[in-house]
């Protein structure tokens, strides 16, 4: 079946530093979308790719959708300690849009 | 906030015992999404409801049930309890059944097995 990867499981850097996750399909996506999870939180909605070589910014935050709508990244600019949570990119496979796959997720701690 | 509600927040259960949880979706939304989220581990979906028919599964065995009720709101139930099924449990509600319609999730119930 489909799965989700998601590299670093764990990202430890000092306030000020950037910040990279990335998430990997085993098969084609229809789309990605990344949530934010804080400590003891739920999940919470960031952004959706859809379009193949898609780019999108939110302020610090730089999403990207692979060519081939397999991989993404997230890209925090110069964290804050608001950043901290854990990053999930999850993907519908191409031709099932009722099952949203989640990777593992990356937990981001940040030293003031 | 995202307007979706669950309850309770917080249970204990024991082995073989069952649970019903609650899920309010947002006002305007006729789509329930459920998943499993055990501790350090990503959201695994459960099942999707659309205008109260089940509408995708994944790989839970079918002790795990639910509901969608003429007003949207949702239920899961929980059979046969063990001690795997300790989780925090999420709903998700979302305007639509499409793969670009956003999901809203709510604070989750954790449920603990003993």
């Known amino acids: 079946g489909q799965q989700v990867m998601q590299i670093p499981q764990y990202q430890h850097v000092q306030e000020g530093e950037d910040f990279t996750t990335y998430c990997n399909s085993s098969?084609?996506?229809?789309?990605i979308q990344w949530y934010k999870q804080r400590p003891g939180g739920h999940p919470v909605f960031l952004i959706q790719l859809v379009k193949s070589g898609e780019v999108k910014k939110q302020k610090r935050l730089t999403f990207q959708f692979g060519e081939a709508k397999k991989n993404s990244s997230l890209h925090i600019t110069a964290t804050q300690t608001t950043d901290v949570g854990t990053y999930f990119c999850a993907g519908y496979e191409k031709g099932n849009n009722r099952k949203l796959i989640w990777g593992l997720g990356t937990s981001l701690a940040v030293n003031p | 906030e995202t307007g979706v509600t669950q309850s309770p927040t917080h249970l204990i259960k024991t082995r073989g015992q069952q649970v019903t949880l609650r899920c309010s979706s947002q006002?305007?939304?006729?789509?329930v999404s459920w998943y499993q989220q055990a501790l350090g581990q990503g959201p695994q979906f459960i099942f999707q409801?659309?205008?109260?028919?089940?509408?995708g599964r994944g790989n839970f065995p079918p002790r795990f049930s639910g509901l969608q009720f003429p007003n949207y709101s949702s239920e899961l139930n929980v059979n046969a309890l063990e001690l795997d099924d300790s989780a925090l449990y999420l709903c998700?509600?979302?305007?639509?059944?499409?793969?670009?319609?956003?999901?809203?999730f709510g604070p989750g119930t954790r449920l603990t097995v003993l």
């Open positions: 006002s305007g939304h006729n789509t």
């Open positions: 998700a509600s979302s305007p639509g059944q499409g793969a670009s319609d956003t999901q809203y």
């Open positions: 098969t084609t996506l229809s789309n």
């Open positions: 409801y659309y205008r109260e028919e089940e509408n």
